[in-house]
């Protein structure tokens, strides 16, 4: 099972982190996705971070802004998120696989076998 906390209300411009902990198996062993969905859009592949090194991948509109990263002792993988938008504003997802993914293929949801139950971010003033 995959746990997700974090999210809440933040201004633009502001930051968050969220934080996806693993319950039941080890996070190391598998590549970590994070995914949003905003209402009436598709869910989007936010950032990816491999289980091998630690390899990371971005959505384009998130580059510069959002830095995934791993603790391992705490089997949790986090999504820094900084310079937050309105356009930001969705319900975070995220998943994981036991497979190396590579840039054409880690933003599709269906190569991840387990998902969180999603935490909100709304960026509003």
């Known amino acids: 099972q995959l746990v997700e906390s974090g999210g809440g209300l933040v201004q633009p411009g502001g930051s968050l982190r969220l934080s996806c902990t693993g319950v039941?198996?080890?996070?190391?062993?598998?590549?970590i996705g994070w995914f949003r969905q905003a209402p009436g859009k598709e869910r989007e592949g936010v950032s990816y971070?491999?289980?091998?090194?630690?390899?990371?991948y971005y959505g384009d509109s998130m580059k510069g802004r959002f830095t995934t990263s791993r603790d391992y002792a705490k089997n949790t993988v986090y999504l820094q998120m900084s310079s937050l938008k309105p356009e930001d504003t969705a319900v975070y997802y995220c998943?994981?696989?036991?497979?190396?993914?590579?840039?054409?293929?880690?933003?599709?949801?269906?190569?991840?076998?387990?998902w969180g139950q999603g935490t909100q971010v709304t960026v509003s003033s």
């Open positions: 998943a994981a696989t036991p497979n190396v993914l590579f840039s054409d293929s880690w933003h599709q949801p269906q190569g991840y076998s387990n």
């Open positions: 039941g198996f080890t996070l190391d062993r598998y590549s």
């Open positions: 971070n491999s289980r091998v090194n630690g390899f990371t």
